[in-house]
């Protein structure tokens, strides 16, 4: 079975430019995470999304970031314009949640994309 | 600001050598995980703790929750260079979803 899908793996791009990230999740995973993680730290996430609705975005810089998963599947990560601070690994994940039990589904992570702005 | 705190934030020992990671909130968990991640990677599920006291072996990592489910401890016993990489808990908050907050990370490098 595939795993989780990012691209790209790496992006290099100059201060004040767009750009975008793509994820393709396990088939058949509901729910689907992006995260944004600078070096040898935790991920922070920046939205979560249940099938196509964005459930949790409140750490989302949305004056400059905005996500989609129009179709509940695939889902694509943009920032406009970038910002030096944005350079970071942006992580996708994706689970099949289950409902509301006290062990929580687990997450399975894509590879990353590594933004570098200059 | 993180609501999971994890220390040490480095750990670099010998091949051999026992360690304990923790993992440490004010807040109270429903459940929380273990995740190892290494270079160029996303994270990997390792355990899911559930109940307040709650002791999870792994092989040579055993894996703790304490009893007021506010933290956690993961010990690796004899350790080797293939449990070299960044380990994360992630505490599963109770609310309208399961809201999963990660720890700031601890980057271990076991040394042949």
């Known amino acids: 079975e595939a795993g989780v899908v990012q691209s790209p793996r790496y992006k290099i791009i100059e201060k004040k430019q767009p750009v975008a990230f793509w994820c393709n999740p396990i088939?058949?995973?509901?729910?689907l995470y992006w995260y944004l993680q600078n070096l040898g730290q935790g991920p922070e996430l920046l939205i979560r999304?249940?099938?196509?609705?964005?459930?949790?975005d409140s750490q989302l810089p949305k004056d400059r970031f905005s996500a989609e998963r129009l179709k509940g599947v695939d889902s694509t990560l943009k920032i406009q314009p970038a910002e030096l601070g944005d350079s970071a690994v942006y992580l996708c994940?994706?689970?099949?949640?289950?409902?509301?039990?006290?062990?929580?589904?687990?997450?399975?992570f894509g590879p990353g994309t590594r933004l570098t702005v200059l | 600001t993180q609501l999971l705190e994890q220390s040490p934030q480095f750990l670099s020992i010998q091949e051999g050598e026992n360690l304990t990671v923790y993992c440490n909130s004010s807040?109270?968990?429903?459940?929380l995980q273990w995740y190892r991640q290494e270079p160029g990677e996303g994270p990997v599920l390792l355990v899911t703790?559930?109940?307040?006291?709650e002791v999870k072996k792994l092989k040579r990592l055993t894996f703790q929750f304490g009893d007021a489910r506010k933290d956690s401890s993961l010990h690796i016993t004899a350790a080797q260079p293939g449990d070299t990489g960044l380990y994360l808990c992630?505490?599963?908050?109770?609310?309208?979803?399961?809201?999963?907050?990660f720890g700031t990370g601890t980057k271990l490098q076991v040394i042949p």
């Open positions: 994940a994706s689970s099949l949640d289950q409902g509301g039990t006290g062990a929580s589904n687990e997450q399975f």
């Open positions: 088939s058949g995973h509901n729910t």
């Open positions: 999304y249940e099938n196509e609705e964005a459930v949790d």
């Open positions: 807040s109270v968990f429903s459940s």
């Open positions: 703790v559930v109940t307040g006291g």
């Open positions: 992630a505490g599963v908050l109770k609310g309208g979803y399961q809201k999963v907050t």
